[in-house]
Nanobody, 120 residues
């Protein structure tokens, strides 16, 4: 059973930093792409950052230069380092793991989410 557990959210002032962690279990973590999404009140969930099994990353334009996604396949963990936080970064952040199965396509798995609140 795939399980993703996030931690590291909290309340921070604008300009501050937070580091989110996501511990994965129940999958072959090292071969699966991972991502961080966020959902602000009244808005749709959006991709913040993603990383492939090989370490290639991509970011939403709104976080480029401020956020860094990384992973350690030996620890089955992915992180999101968030610097220079802005009030508009506020939301619930979700860890995502996409698993591909031959003949079945892909399935997205989600963590429970962690709240990030940036005060102005």
């Amino acid at each position: 059973q795939v399980q993703l557990v996030e931690s590291g959210g909290g309340l921070v002032q604008a300009g501050g930093s937070l580091r989110l962690s996501c511990a994965a279990s129940g999958s072959i973590f090292s071969i699966n792409p991972m991502g961080w999404y966020r959902q602000a009140p009244g808005k749709q969930r959006e991709l913040v950052a993603a990383i492939t099994s090989g370490g290639t990353t991509n970011y939403a334009d709104s976080v480029k230069g401020r956020f860094t996604i990384s992973r350690d396949n030996a620890k089955n963990t992915v992180w999101l380092q968030m610097n220079s936080l802005k009030p508009e970064d506020t939301g619930v952040y979700y860890c995502n793991e996409r698993i591909f199965r031959i003949g079945l396509g892909s399935t997205d798995y989600w963590g429970q989410g962690t709240q990030v609140t940036v005060s102005s």
